[in-house]
Structure formats: C-alpha cells, structure tokens
C-alpha cells in the first residue's frame, strides 16, 4: 500500500469512526470538521468513498441557512447489553465447552439460568 | 520507538460510545478492581504491573490476574521491555478500547452457538424438577434412571413446562442472528 493510500484509508477509519460514534442522531458534515484533524476537501472525499461503499448514508439538512449533509452509519457498534446475562458471555470456561466434558447442555450455570426464565406456573 | 498514548477518554475530550462499552465490559470481566486499573492505565497511557498496583492500591498479584484476564480477551496490549537497572524484561500495558467492538461481535456469535445447542436439548425433550430443590432440573432420561425421585432429598420429582424459557431463547437467537 503507498503511503498516500495509507493516508486516505487512514482518513476513512477516522471519518467513520466519529459517524459511528454519533449513533442514530447522526453527524452534521460541518460539525465533522471541527472534530478532526483534516482539511474539508480530503473529508469530503472520504466520505464520498465511505458512501460509495455503502457504509453510511448521506441525507441532506439545512443548516444556519446552508445546504449540508447529516451523515449516519450503517454499521451499529455491538452491544454487550442484551447478552450480559447469559451465563455464556463472560463463562472462562467458554473455549473448552462442547469440546470436553463442559457442553451447552450440562452447563450447570446454563441450567441455572434456565430455571431462573422458568417463570410461575411452570408445573411445580 | 515509543509510541504516544493512544486516544482514551481524555485525547478525545467526550466519552464516546466505544469507551463506554469498552468500560461496562471491564466492569463485567472484573469488577470495580478491573475498572480502578483499567482507568489508571487509560490516564497514564502505558504502565507497569508494578506501577499499577501502586497507583490504585491493589495487590501486584491482584493487578496481575486482572490484566492477565484482559489481555487474553484483546482488551489490553503489552509490550515487553528490559528494565535499564535490573536487565529483566518487564511488560509494559496499554489499553485497547478500539478492540471492544471486535470481542463483542466475537461473544455474539459464540453465545449464539451456545444457545442452539441448549435449545434444541431443551426442545426435544420433557423436564423434572423437585419441589424442594432449587437447582434439580433433569430430563426425562435421567429422571427414569432415578426412578422419578429426587437425588437431594428423595422427594418425588415432577414434570415441569419449560415453554417460557424455551421461547425467550428462541427470542435471543432470533436476535443474535439477525444481525
């Protein structure tokens, strides 16, 4: 890879990082230049790459009476969120399950865990 | 050549929501020790085990188990060098927020597989349980093999439905594959 290729490929990682980082609300392009160390004219291109490319949208908003544009991700960062309280997430034991005598279905914290969503009337 | 602190919390000026993932899954891997040391680590850049522990106030052998853990995981980098004085090799660390992203997708999709293999053992077979004993829960098989009767307290076991928690699995892969 050259060295202005390095730059440009550079340039997109940072560009898409702060519209990652906006979330669903998006980022005003203008406001993009003031939160990086690039001049407007590389930014743009990255980000006319980054569409191209499908990685985000580019949707079009008056701004303080100029024409701009709000830009989106389409990649989400992952969410530990919704899977912290599977037994299986944080298990130390993860990368010898299935593959020893720890599996999925003796797991005694995963019984646990499926007697926790048993819920009331259950039959006992 | 040393490198300069990568951009934490402070190089950027605001939290971002990388940051805040990276922290909540350090907070989940190891507690609020896990967070005292990542934290000092992030102000401080890079540092030793040895200066860690001072600056936070936890055990070396404490200190040490936490960045063990968090190295394995990607979630910290280390770099050895020889110490000018003594001429052993000493481990210097770094975090590595950036890496969080990458470990969750990694968990998602290890999780999903998990969650298959239970499901279909849950699916296709009926459960007992005993009226006494929180954590006896055994399929038909096994209850047979034990002639309906609890292991614990010989009480008689029961059949239960485990519709609920087969659905909110099926609700969680549904999720996971999703993406």
Redesign the interface.
Known sequence: MSSRQKKRSSVEQDVLRLI??A?DEGILQSELWKNMGVDSREGSRAILRLERRGLIIRKKELHSGRWTYRLFSRRK????????D?P???CDL?SR??ESEI???N??M???W??S???E???? | MEQPPQGGVEARGRE???DR?FM??IR??GGEEAVRVVEALRRMGEATDEVLANEVGIRINDVRKILLKLYERGLLSAIRVQDESTGWYIFRWRAQPDQV?TF??S??R??LE??K??LS??ESRSFF?C?NC??V?MPFDEAMERAFICPRCGAPL?????S??VE??RE?IK??EA?
């Open positions: 990652m980082d979330g960062y992952a969410t530990i969120d919704d899977i912290k599977i299986c997430t944080f993860e399950c299935g599996s999925p279905e797991c005694k995963m019984t646990a499926i007697i969503m048993l819920g009337g259950a039959g006992r | 971002s929501p990388l993932e909540k899954v989940y891997l992203d969750i997708r968990r998602r290890k999780v998990k969650l293999r239970r053992y849950e349980r009226d929180e954590e829960y029961k059949g239960i439905d485990n609920r928690a909110r699995i969680l999720k996971l993406e």
